[in-house]
C-alpha cells in the first residue's frame, strides 16, 4: 500500500484531493486536518510518484509518496544550508569580502551538480583567505535564520522519540550553534581552517560531501539497530542526492531539479512541519495518523 500525503500552506482544496482520487483509482482517502489529506493507493510507487506529481502540476499543493507501512520513522537527517536555514553560509560568509556574487555563482552550480562538489568548496574556502573568524559570530547572530517550520519540525520530532541529525557540506562554526539553537542532537560538517583568529583559505581533509553525508546516514541508522527505512532526510541539492535517495524517505525542500527529480517527496509550497505529517503526526495537535 502507498500513501499519498498532500499538503498545502492553507486549506487544501477539497477538488483537488478527489480529482486525483479518481485519477489514481485510490483504495481510501483520509482528511488529516485542514491542509492535509492521506490517500492511499495501490500500486508502483514510482509510476504513482509520477501521476501524483503531474496531476498537481503547479497547484499550491505539496506531495510526498511512500509505503504507508514504513512511514514512522526513528531517525531525521537534514542538510543544513537552504534546509534547515534559508542561508548558504559560505556565500554569507563571502560577503564580507564583497566576494557573495562570486562564491554564490560557483554554490550555485554544485548545487545543481554542474560542478564536484570538494573541487567547488576549495575553490570558494580559497576566497575566504583573511576573512576574521569573528565575522562567523556577527553572521550567526544577523544573517542566520531557521528556515519556516524548522524549529516545529525538530521539537516535535523529538518529542515522538526520533533522533535528529545535522549534516552539512558546510562548516562546524555555523553547524554546532545552528543544531544547538534547534536543538538538534548531532552535527557533522567541514572545518575552516583558522591561525590566529583569521581563516586561511583551507578547509580540513577529509571533505564532508554527498558520499559522506550517505555514510553518516547509514552509521546513524547502524547505532540505532535500524534499516534506511527507518529515516526520514531532507535536503535541496546535489551534495544531498545519495543521502535522500537512500532514506526510505527522502523530502527534496526548496530543490534543484536534479533533487525535486529523485525525492520521494517535494515542498515547494510548504513550510517543513510538512514532513511532520509525512511521517503520520499532525503537527497541530501531534496525534498519530493512520499507517494502513
Do not use: W
Not at 482520487?21 to 485510490?26: C, D, I, P, Q, S
Not at 504513482?48 to 514512522?72: G, K, S
Not at 525538530?154 to 515522538?160: C, D, L, T
Amino acid at each position: 500500500m502507498i500513501v499519498v500525503t498532500l499538503v498545502a500552506p492553507g486549506p487544501l482544496s477539497p477538488q483537488l484531493v478527489a480529482s486525483l482520487v479518481g485519477t489514481l483509482g485510490a483504495h481510501r482517502a483520509d482528511r488529516v486536518d485542514e491542509q492535509a489529506t492521506d490517500i492511499y493507493v495501490e500500486g508502483d510507487r514510482r509510476a504513482i510518484r509520477e501521476t501524483v506529481f503531474t496531476h498537481i502540476h503547479d497547484a499550491p499543493v505539496d506531495a510526498i509518496v511512500q509505503p504507508a507501512r514504513t512511514r514512522r520513522k526513528r531517525l531525521l537527517i537534514s542538510d543544513m544550508d537552504s534546509t534547515l536555514i534559508g542561508q548558504e553560509c559560505i556565500d554569507e560568509l563571502a560577503a564580507v569580502h564583497d566576494l557573495k556574487p562570486r562564491v554564490a555563482a560557483i554554490t550555485e552550480r554544485a548545487m545543481r551538480g554542474e560542478l564536484a562538489f570538494a573541487d567547488a568548496l576549495i575553490e570558494r574556502v580559497k576566497l575566504l583567505t583573511g576573512i576574521p573568524e569573528s565575522s562567523i559570530e556577527t553572521l550567526l547572530d544577523t544573517v542566520i535564520t531557521p528556515s519556516p517550520g524548522a524549529a516545529e519540525m525538530i521539537a516535535v520530532a523529538k518529542r515522538n522519540g526520533i533522533r535528529t541529525v545535522l549534516v552539512s557540506g558546510g562548516f562546524m562554526h555555523f553547524a554546532e550553534p545552528v543544531a544547538e539553537r534547534l536543538g538538534i542532537d548531532a552535527a557533522f560538517a567541514n572545518r575552516l581552517i583558522a591561525a590566529d583568529g583569521i581563516l586561511t583559505g583551507a578547509v580540513a581533509q577529509p571533505i564532508l560531501g554527498a558520499d559522506e553525508k550517505k555514510v553518516r546516514l547509514l552509521t546513524e541508522c547502524e547505532a540505532l539497530g535500524i534499516t534506511p527505512e527507518d529515516a526520514i532526510a531532507l535536503g535541496d541539492g546535489a551534495n544531498d542526492l545519495a543521502m535522500v535517495e537512500t532514506a526510505g524517505l527522502g523530502i527534496a525542500y526548496r530543490p534543484k531539479p536534479i533533487l525535486a527529480a529523485a525525492a520521494d517527496g517535494v515542498l515547494r509550497h510548504c513550510d517543513l512541519t510538512a514532513a511532520l505529517y509525512a511521517m503520520g503526526i499532525a503537527p497541530n495537535t501531534e496525534s498519530s495518523v493512520s499507517s494502513v
